[in-house]
C-alpha cells in the first residue's frame, strides 16, 4: 500500500465517524494466545476505486423499506470515505477510516444487510480486499477450555480478513450471568480486540445486537467502547413501513395481494406496534413469515379447485389466506390478553 505523506491513504472525517488515529487498546494477556501458532494475513493491497459498485450498494441501500436514519449514515460515511481518498490523490492530509461498527436494535431490523452494504461500500472504495461477509455469534468464537477459545477466534477472524466480520448477539461474549464470570467470553474479547487492532487495515468488524444488551458490552471492556466508537441504531419499524415490506416481498415473487387483503395488512401491521409486540415477533422478519404462510394457504385453497387454477389465482393473496396465516404466526406467542381487540376478529 502507497502511504502519502506518510500516512495511509485511505481516510475519513466526520464527528462520529472518524478515528483519531491508532491508540493503544488496553488489553490483558490473553491465555492460549502465545501457544497458538497465528496465520500471516494474507495480503490485502487496497485497491482502485469501483464507482459502479459503489452506486449499485448505495442503490440497494436506498431500496431498503424505512431506516432512514441509518441510511443517512452509511451515505455519509461512503461519502467521507470518498473523498478521503481524493484527498489523498492530491497529496492533502488524511485520518484513517472507522473500520469497526456497533450494530444496535431490535431482531428484524435490516442488521445484516446494512452489514453486507457496508462492507460492498469499503469495497468498492478500495478498502477491503473483497465484500465478503462472515457471520458468527457466540459458539463460533468460544471454545470449549480456555486455550482453546484463542485458537478457534483467530482462525474465524483469519477466515473474515479482507472482508467484514459480523458478530450478532455480541453482547453474549459478556455473560453476566456466570457466578465466577465469564473467562471464555473475556477471552474471546481479548481476541477479538487484538485482531481488530493489529488487523484494522484488512478487516471491517461489526458487533450486532439489541440496544441493552450492546450497552451492557461496551460498559464492560474500555478496549471495546473505545475501538468501536460509531454506533448505528436501527429503529423497530412502523406500521406503514410494515405495510411496504409485505408488498415488497409479495411484488419480489410476482406476487399480489388482493385489496381486501392490503387493507388488512395495513390493520395487522399497526395492531402489532401498537400492542408492542413488534420486536417480539421480529420486525420484518414478522412480514416475511406472514407472507410465506399467506402462500402456503394459498396454495392449499387452490388444490381444492375442481378446474386448473388460472395465472392470476396463483399470483393473488386473498384475504382468508392472510387471516390465517396470522391467526397462526400469533397462536405462537401465546394467547392474546383481556380485552385486546384482535384485526378483523382473529
Not at 502519502?4 to 488489553?27: F, H, N, Q, S, Y
Not at 487492532?197 to 467502547?225: C, F, K
Request: aromatic residues 6%; negative net charge.
Amino acid at each position: 500500500t502507497e502511504l502519502v505523506d506518510g500516512r495511509e491513504p485511505w481516510p475519513v472525517g466526520e464527528a462520529g465517524l472518524l478515528d483519531e488515529g491508532p491508540e493503544p487498546v488496553p488489553t490483558a494477556p490473553v491465555e492460549g494466545l502465545r501457544r497458538t501458532r497465528i496465520r500471516k494475513p494474507p495480503p490485502f493491497p487496497a485497491g482502485p476505486s469501483d464507482p459502479v459498485l459503489l452506486a449499485e450498494a448505495l442503490a440497494q441501500l436506498e431500496r431498503m423499506v424505512g431506516l432512514e436514519p441509518v441510511k443517512r449514515q452509511v451515505k455519509a460515511l461512503s461519502a467521507q470515505l470518498n473523498m478521503a481518498r481524493l484527498r489523498a490523490e492530491q497529496g492533502l492530509p488524511v485520518q484513517p477510516p472507522k473500520r469497526h461498527f456497533v450494530f444496535s436494535g431490535p431482531s428484524g431490523t435490516g442488521k445484516t444487510t446494512v452489514a453486507r452494504i457496508l462492507g460492498r461500500v469499503f469495497y468498492a472504495l478500495g478498502l477491503l480486499g473483497g465484500d465478503h461477509l462472515i457471520e458468527a455469534q457466540r459458539s463460533d468464537l468460544v471454545g470449549e477450555f480456555l486455550g482453546q477459545t484463542a485458537v478457534k477466534a483467530n482462525e474465524l477472524i483469519d477466515s473474515a480478513l479482507g472482508g467484514v466480520l459480523f458478530v450478532d448477539e455480541a453482547y453474549s461474549l459478556a455473560n453476566s450471568g456466570y457466578s465466577k464470570g465469564d473467562a471464555y467470553g473475556d477471552e474471546a474479547l481479548q481476541v477479538l480486540l487484538k485482531r481488530a487492532e493489529d488487523n484494522r487495515d484488512h478487516l471491517v468488524v461489526i458487533l450486532a445486537g439489541y440496544p441493552e444488551g450492546m450497552d451492557r458490552l461496551l460498559a464492560t471492556n474500555p478496549g471495546l467502547s473505545s475501538r468501536f466508537t460509531t454506533r448505528v441504531d436501527f429503529p423497530s419499524y412502523r406500521p406503514l413501513e410494515l405495510t411496504a415490506i409485505g408488498s415488497v416481498l409479495a411484488a419480489e415473487n410476482d406476487d399480489v395481494w388482493d385489496e381486501e387483503a392490503v387493507d388488512e395488512l395495513r390493520s395487522i401491521s399497526g395492531h402489532v406496534v401498537d400492542q408492542g409486540w413488534i420486536d417480539e415477533l421480529g420486525n420484518g422478519r414478522f412480514l416475511r413469515t406472514l407472507y410465506e404462510k399467506s402462500c402456503a394457504y394459498r396454495d392449499l385453497r387452490l388444490s381444492g379447485y375442481s378446474g386448473m387454477p388460472s395465472r392470476e389465482d396463483l399470483s393473488t393473496l386473498r384475504l382468508p389466506d392472510l387471516m390465517q396465516a396470522y391467526g397462526e404466526v400469533l397462536s405462537g406467542r401465546g394467547p392474546v390478553g383481556r380485552g385486546q381487540q384482535e384485526p378483523g376478529g382473529v
